[in-house]
């Protein structure tokens, strides 16, 4: 048995590092959205990349409370790619 403390969801969202960013121009200011690839439908959007990035890691986080609380399976993490920024 570990005697390590269970991760919570911000510890186990840090593991996932495989991003989607796309720069967008709709009518007036760019905006920055992205997605992490090994979740489904976790998405988030900023004003800068570091907004972005920002929301996404509590994106992450969100999407892996809500799973483990229904028990559905999380994907491990495939490895980082070009898109880690």
Request: proline share 9%; glycine share 6%; hydrophobic share 30%.
């Amino acid at each position: 048995m570990s005697d390590k403390p269970p991760r919570d969801s911000f510890e186990i969202a840090d593991d996932y590092r495989n991003y989607e960013i796309e720069r967008i121009t709709d009518d007036g200011e760019p905006y920055w959205t992205g997605r992490v690839v090994d979740l489904p439908g976790c998405t988030s959007d900023g004003a800068t990349v570091d907004e972005l990035m920002e929301n996404l890691r509590e994106a992450k986080a969100l999407w892996i409370q809500v799973a483990l609380e229904k028990g559905i399976p999380i994907p491990p993490p495939s490895s980082v790619t070009r898109n880690d920024i």
